[in-house]
């Protein structure tokens, strides 16, 4: 299950992706720093409906910056396809098992081993409790949310791979993928995705 894409598609493609990476970092840190932290004691209910309109912000800024039709993400691994039996599977889906599997280990060992995972698990159960003992709740909630960026990129990078494709439209499935082939050259066919609009379905 190597994949041989080629180092000029490969390349940019990490590149884009690492940087990324440290602009959504960095976007979340700050947030919780700058809006979150401002927030502290207020109702669960005022948090859900900031970061939800931080989310409607985000969403109509990436519109306007990129517009709204919907685009290939350009992953390096395109169409490769590797047939086991009579199963094909695109390459995209299994890097994305490997890569779960490494980041799930990776984050058990943070969580479970590292002196700022210790915290990170006391700064969730109980605040109050944690600060009283000397736990930097602040700096366990801002390593939270840079996790929680850097997840979101890993989920967006291997759910919009080859056929799928991106979009940022609300009331849209943002990622959606097309009826499955009946072959392999089907399959490695560009083929264009069918949007499902969750707002008329909802209504239905």
């Not at 759910?159 to 089907?186: D, F, K, Q």
Request: net charge neutral.
């Amino acid at each position: 299950m190597v994949s041989y894409f080629a180092v000029d598609r490969a390349l940019p493609f990490g590149l884009a992706v690492v940087g990324a990476m440290a602009v959504l970092i960095a976007m979340g840190v700050a947030f919780h720093r700058v809006v979150l932290v401002r927030l502290a004691g207020a109702p669960e209910f005022i948090f859900i409906m900031v970061t939800l309109g931080a989310g409607i912000v985000i969403t109509a800024t990436v519109e306007l910056l990129f517009g709204p039709n919907g685009r290939q993400l350009g992953d390096p691994w395109g169409s490769d396809a590797l047939a086991i039996g009579t199963v094909t599977l695109n390459e995209v889906r299994l890097w994305a098992v490997v890569v779960t599997v490494i980041t799930l280990t990776a984050y058990f060992v943070f969580e479970r081993r590292t002196t700022y995972g210790l915290a990170t698990r006391a700064a969730a159960m109980d605040q109050e409790a944690a600060a009283a003992v000397g736990v930097p709740v602040r700096r366990t909630q801002s390593i939270a949310w840079a996790f929680a960026a850097f997840l979101s990129v890993l989920g967006g990078i291997f759910l919009a791979g080859y056929p799928n494709s991106v979009h940022v439209s609300p009331g849209r499935c943002g990622i959606t993928e097309p009826s499955p082939p009946s072959s392999w050259a089907a399959r490695a066919a560009p083929s264009e995705p069918s949007w499902v609009d969750w707002g008329s379905a909802s209504s239905k």
